[in-house]
């Protein structure tokens, strides 16, 4: 591995990432959340491990107030220029997630892009019970995940490559049992032969399961769809959006 700059794999992380999620899902996603949750100018918004704000931004562009939450400094540093130049109305901090204690009463959390398979099921029941002290009753959390059990064991990719620009990328994965996970070592490499392995660990859950802790926190599934809004989730879907509501 080269001695390179620690964050040389998360800047150019955001660059795969982005390639990854075209904007055109953002909108939709937007699009669906808005009329679904009845959010407006008065609503309030917490976004989890936010990355680098596509939803955060996205949604207060038309006007309802964002608390973007984030563990990497660098992404609250790149939401607060365009909240700065923009004017509006996001309030962007960086800390750990799990720590985080929100003292809103927000209609709608949110956790996306597949981040709440980050946490294992200690730090995912934290996670949780934190999102349901903040939430209005009746308010709703929203988690997007490519990599509950019902996706993986269907669809399991162990290793594959992507080019994404100038920029080349492997990720070697082996799927472990207890608890259930996927292990994937990330090389990428630039064009001028810099190289960085970062290993990364997905926490697998099935339906059933976060619908227990869910429940254990003061929440209940209400629907998985696959496309929000649109298609409920049927096995073999490549996604699932999980729709949770405070009790």
Partial sequence: MSNINDNFFDGHYKEIWRKLVPEELTVKEID??????????????????????????????KGIAVTAVDNLEAYIVEINDIVEKEHIPVNAINANVIEFRPNEG???????????????????????????????KGGHLLIHSIAISEIVANDFVGRSWNNIGELKYLADARFLLWPSRVETINTMITADGKSEIKTGIDYIYSINELATMLNKTGLSLKEVYSIPGKKQFTLGDPRAYIIAEKK
Avoid at 112 to 128: H, I, K, R, V
């Fill in 32 to 61: 669906f959340m808005i009329p679904f949750f009845n959010l407006g100018n008065e609503s309030k918004v917490l976004d989890l491990m936010c990355g680098y704000g596509r939803l955060s931004i996205g949604l207060a562009r």
């Fill in 106 to 136: 927000y209609d709608l959390a949110i956790c996306m892009g597949n981040s709440f398979g980050f946490f294992g099921e200690t730090d995912a029941l934290q996670l949780l019970a934190n999102v349901s002290s903040s939430l209005k």
